[in-house]
């Protein structure tokens, strides 16, 4: 199993309840989301140890040594804000450690600009069931926290 961690702070939501019909039907993969606290969940870390495969201020793919990967959506229609907002720590190619912040946004500021700030977490390659949610949906997690577990890939 491959244990994915929070990638911020905040509530755990539902993927159902993501307002983006992709996401909530999970086309994308399976997973959660965590709806960010508007300061400590600011600086977005990396869920699982690997190389950024993916990049953009909004969203970006880690892929674990075994060739698990996970995607990290900050906010829904974000793409639209061209990276205003976002800083990125790190570049795609790079191996992080998990638990390493990999971007720095305002989830508030999202919010205010008429937005949904919910951060999904998804799986990829996985199938519709394949990820076990940690924490109970309306839990707090700290970023950093277990979030999810999924199947190692095939080898």
Do not use: C, N, Y
């Not at 199993?1 to 994308?28: E, H, K, N, Q, W």
């Not at 060739?67 to 990290?72: E, K, S």
């Not at 700030?117 to 949610?133: H, I, R």
Request: aromatic share 2%; net charge negative.
């Amino acid at each position: 199993m491959v244990t994915v961690l929070a990638p911020v702070a905040g509530t755990v939501r539902a993927l159902g309840d993501v307002p983006d019909p992709v996401f909530s039907a999970g086309l994308v993969g399976p997973g959660v989301a965590i709806d960010p606290s508007p300061e400590a969940g600011r600086e977005a870390v990396s869920p699982v140890a690997g190389t950024i495969v993916k990049l953009h201020p909004h969203a970006f793919v880690v892929s674990e040594p075994g060739g698990r990967a996970v995607l990290v959506h900050l906010g829904i229609d974000t793409v639209q804000l061209e990276g205003e907002g976002f800083t990125l720590h790190v570049a795609e190619g790079d191996v992080v450690a998990a638990g390493q912040p990999v971007v720095t946004w305002d989830p508030a500021a999202v919010a205010a600009g008429g937005r949904s700030a919910v951060v999904p977490v998804v799986a990829l390659d996985v199938g519709a069931d394949g990820a076990a949610v940690l924490p109970a949906v309306g839990a707090s997690v700290a970023a950093g926290e277990a979030l999810l577990e999924v199947p190692a890939a095939a080898a």
